[in-house]
């Protein structure tokens, strides 16, 4: 990844949760602590692991996890539990699966690199190409992220691009739980 791109993504991210704060929303390498009701599936490099929840109607999701470096830890008040972000992807992956669109340039684990690089836990669901916008997903993330005894989980944010930024805009205004 480039300088600028990596520049671009931080400064995207380090936007989105200055725009939340102000509106008041609120491995088998085992470096990674996963997260709750889900499992770690695979090492998916650069620190980052797949993860897998089961949404309401049963279905497993894949998704990139990654917690944020020991420097962000020891910075971190509230007892040590950590912010998260949710990172809701383009329907670009849907379209063409994460290998294809990881060999077309976009590849989703950079923004969940630059998330945790951000001092973020980060958690990035890869939609299947059948999803939709009231698929249980977002629900299923939040549900993860609130379980590991690392995440703060009255701060739980999300951000999106394309299609997965409608996501971000319009999933929260029907929840009460991020």
């Not at 936007?15 to 997260?35: E, H, N, Q, R």
């Not at 929840?53 to 279905?59: A, E, L, P, Q």
């Not at 497993?60 to 809701?88: D, H, M, T, W």
């Not at 916008?133 to 977002?138: E, K, P, Q, T, Y």
Request: charged share 15%; aromatic share 8%.
């Amino acid at each position: 990844m480039s300088a600028y791109n990596k520049t671009f993504i931080i400064g995207s991210v380090f936007f989105v949760i200055v725009l939340m704060a102000s509106c008041g929303k609120g491995s088998p390498d085992g470096s990674s602590s996963g997260g709750g009701s889900g499992n770690v599936v695979g090492d998916a490099g650069e620190g980052v692991s797949w993860v897998e929840f089961t949404v309401d109607n049963g279905s497993a999701i894949q998704a990139l996890y990654k917690e944020p470096g020991q420097a962000a830890r020891s910075s971190v008040k509230n007892g040590g539990r950590l912010p998260a972000i949710i990172y809701n992807h383009g329907s670009y992956v849907e379209d063409h699966g994460y290998d294809q669109s990881v060999s077309d340039g976009y590849d989703v684990k950079d923004f969940a690199n630059a998330i945790a690089d951000a001092g973020y836990v980060a958690l990035a669901p890869v939609r299947p190409a059948d999803s939709s916008f009231g698929d249980g997903i977002i629900p299923g993330a939040i549900n993860y992220l609130k379980s590991p005894d690392g995440v703060d989980s009255g701060k739980i944010y999300m951000i999106g691009h394309s299609k997965g930024g409608a996501q971000t805009i319009l999933r929260p205004s029907s929840m009460d739980r991020i």
